[in-house]
């Protein structure tokens, strides 16, 4: 398909968009990153990603310039960092976070650390507005996953990052330092990465596993107690590679066809709601029997409840990242840098990992991870094996275009 054009004679989109399934909402655009085959080399040494990459239109242009403000780093010792939920290590009383102290007690700086990242396009949708205003966000740093990184790097929304306030970069995994949406790692450098798979409550299942989507989507006793995840690449990913599809080389027909499926589930009443995740607390009380969940949050549910369970499918799942970005007019831009730099020291980025549970892209972490918790260090879903890496799949970059209508193929699933 050229590259600029849609195939709107496509007979099977054709017949979805017929259905009704088009979005209300303007949908955004976007590009998939890192493949599998980079992020496989990278997790045979300290615990990644796989992939093959998919042509893709992340590092096609030169983006815009971001602008950027005055900054107060050195007179305002403060940091705000925007994260998704359960995404740093706390204290048993929940009350403080040791790594976040300890950064401040060894640079001054405070850390406004705040859990209001849910969902890409929820978060997208709220500093966006801001960003095209050419308005502060409010915010020095946050994490977004690799597609929506592609995004704001082409809109000139996000910040190149001054290397030299982040020497401890060099402890990057090296098969992530050039990635399809950032060759180079200008814009970006990762957080946290990990799968995406099912999770499931025995006791809401009645004691049966759910390891396939084939189950999640039409086993009658899991009706209405179902959630699948408002992040497409995951949801439409998985259901695509449970229909034998490689999801670094789908056509149209493969997408529309893994919407229809769901279509179909939902329509049949299997599924509950469509959440970011949000999902841990219906997991954990049983609301929801099973649903499509990532590995670390499933992780933290199990030292509470063993009961909760997850499973990565046989045919296949996908894999990720969450990246550090710098919004333009960032307030405290070098403070942010200092920040980032002190998560990539091992030692750190261990003790996050092992509250977190998700994979580590700083070289040297599953060694650390090991002192602190040998199990954790031997937990195929923190430090992943040969043979789990060679079933994870990432979803191939997007044109435009394509992440135009399929954004509103799926978004009609969500919002309708």
């Known amino acids: 398909m050229n590259e600029n054009s849609f195939d709107t004679d496509n007979p099977v989109l054709r017949a979805a968009l017929a259905r009704g399934l088009v979005s209300r909402r303007s949908a955004m655009m976007g590009a998939a990153g890192l493949g599998a085959a980079a992020f496989l080399a990278a997790c045979g040494s300290a615990g990644k990603n796989p992939s093959s990459g998919g042509a893709g239109t992340g590092g096609a242009t030169v983006p815009p310039l971001a602008s950027a403000a005055p900054d107060l780093s050195d007179t305002e010792k403060l940091v705000n960092w925007s994260n998704w939920t359960e995404y740093i290590d706390v204290t048993e009383d929940g009350k403080s976070r040791p790594s ?24 997208y949708a709220k500093v966006r507005p801001l960003l095209q205003g050419g308005k502060d966000t409010g915010r020095d740093v946050w994490c977004s996953t690799d597609w929506m990184v592609a995004r704001l790097i082409r809109q000139g929304f ?29 814009y970006s450098l990762p957080w946290q990465s990990g799968f995406a798979g099912i999770g499931y409550n025995l006791k809401a299942t009645g004691g049966k596993k759910i390891e396939s989507m084939e189950q999640l989507l039409t086993d ?86 063993p009961n909760i369970q997850y499973a990565l499918p046989q045919k296949g799942f996908t894999l990720w990242s969450d990246n550090f970005v710098i919004p333009a007019l960032a307030k405290h831009k070098k403070n942010a840098e200092k920040l980032i730099d002190y998560y990539y020291d091992p030692v750190v980025m261990a003790q996050v990992a092992a509250w977190v549970n998700y994979i580590s892209p700083v070289k040297g972490t599953s060694e650390e991870l090991v002192k602190i918790d040998s199990d954790l260090g031997k937990n195929p879903l923190i430090v992943p094996t040969a043979d789990v890496l060679a079933r994870a799949q990432v979803f191939r970059g997007l044109t435009a275009v394509e992440e135009t209508n399929y954004n509103k193929l799926f978004s009609a699933l969500t919002t309708a």
């Open 100 to 123: 976040l102290d300890a950064f401040t007690k060894q640079t001054g700086i405070t850390v406004n650390y705040t859990e209001d990242y849910l969902d890409n396009d929820e978060f």
């Open 158 to 186: 996000v910040q190149k990052l001054d290397r030299g306030n982040i020497p401890n970069v060099a402890n990057l995994n090296d098969s992530l330092t050039n990635v399809e949406f950032d060759p180079g790692r200008l």
């Open 220 to 305: 009658p006793a899991l009706k209405g107690k179902v959630t699948l995840l408002t992040e497409m690449r995951d949801t439409v990913g998985l259901v695509m590679i449970e229909q034998g599809k490689d999801i670094s080389k789908f056509t149209e027909d493969d997408f529309v066809t893994a919407i229809a499926t769901i279509q179909q589930a939902k329509d049949a009443g299997q599924i509950l709601r469509f959440t970011g995740n949000e999902y841990t607390e219906g997991l954990a009380k049983g609301e929801i029997a099973a649903c499509v969940a990532w590995t670390g949050d499933v992780v933290q549910l199990q030292f509470d409840d």
